[in-house]
């Protein structure tokens, strides 16, 4: 599909962030009220090795040049499902929006056949009040998955000592610097969440090179948990939200035979002092609230609660061919 009249498209560039930045915000304001996106998140999302910024990324220009839209593709990790983001301005943006969608719809197909599948599950996000949003993906052919949540609680009057985890638990900051740590670290959170159906695994280099790609890494924010000195869960931190004020727990995983022991608490516990220390306000985290791990119980329990909650939709499409 083509722009209107008078618009254009090119890919985007690091340049682009302030831009871009602007353009997410503002949609994340009209659907939410606050804006929940950082100029980290679109560095991260430029930056992903999942993405080739000059194959899987579109920028939407209005007649006078301005960036009204940004649209991407993520979460591959070259598997058989990924995630389409189309951002556009709420008030001068819209027209690109259908023309964006329908581009990427084009470029999974593409990938579907240069990563050997022969579809691509396609998903999409829409946050609360996004109606017209909505109305595109279902007419795209996408149809209701799930929901997701966002959560978050104060760090009000949290200390940045941690309590003292149960009998036998021990959390201590990961060791950055020791490849057999963070492989370690890597199997116990690849093999806690294949406990999940949407799990697509990615092997040890691929995580490393996605760890890499980040913007920044606080490493003092991820965490082990061991009992009775085996390590046996995981957290992981993201410190792109900084200009929130916010600690954001990216993964936290505990291998199946641990869990309801307490470890998932206590490395909770354990980062949420650590944020508070940092003059955090709020620590914060999504679920999803099919998981059948039914983690948002935890989250309940360390005083979590959800500050808005989303749905995904999902489509499937034919890997292309040639001609």
Known sequence: MRMPPGWSVRRPCLDDVPAILAV?????????????????????????????????????LGPDGEVRGWSYLEDSHRGPRETVEVYVHP??????????????????????????????????????????????????????LKRYARMRRSLAGVPAEPPPPPPGVLVRPVVATDDAE???????????????????????????????????VAWDEWFVAEVDGEPVGILQSADQTLDQEEGWVK????????????????????????????????????????????PVRLYRSVGMSPIYEAIVLERSIAAATDG
């Not at 991260?44 to 090795?49: H, K, Q, R, Y």
């Not at 943006?93 to 990427?104: E, N």
């Not at 470890?263 to 980062?271: E, I, K, N, T």
């Not at 709020?282 to 609230?289: H, K, Q, S």
């Open 251 to 294: 993964q936290l995983a505990v291998l199946r035979a641990y869990r309801r022991r307490g470890v998932g608490a206590a490395l909770l516990a354990r980062a949420f002092a650590c944020y508070a220390g940092k003059g955090r306000r709020y620590a914060g985290l999504g679920v999803d609230l099919s998981n059948p791990v039914e």
């Open 182 to 216: 963070l492989r370690t670290f890597h199997r116990i959170l690849d093999s806690a969440f294949r406990d999940t159906p949407d799990y697509q695994p990615a092997g040890y280099e691929q995580w490393r090179a996605q760890v890499a790609a980040l913007p920044s």
């Open 91 to 144: 008030e001068r943006g819209l027209p690109a929006q259908v023309p964006l969608l329908t581009m990427q719809l084009a470029r999974s197909a593409e990938r579907a056949a240069e990563f050997g599948h022969a579809e691509m599950t396609v998903r999409a996000l829409a946050l609360p009040g996004e109606e017209r949003w909505i109305g595109v993906l279902r007419d795209a052919g996408f149809a209701f």
């Open 24 to 60: 997410v915000q503002a949609s994340d304001i009209a659907a939410l009220g606050h804006p929940d996106f950082s100029a980290d998140d679109v560095r991260e999302a430029l930056t992903s090795p999942d993405l080739d910024p000059d194959r899987d990324s579109w920028l939407a």
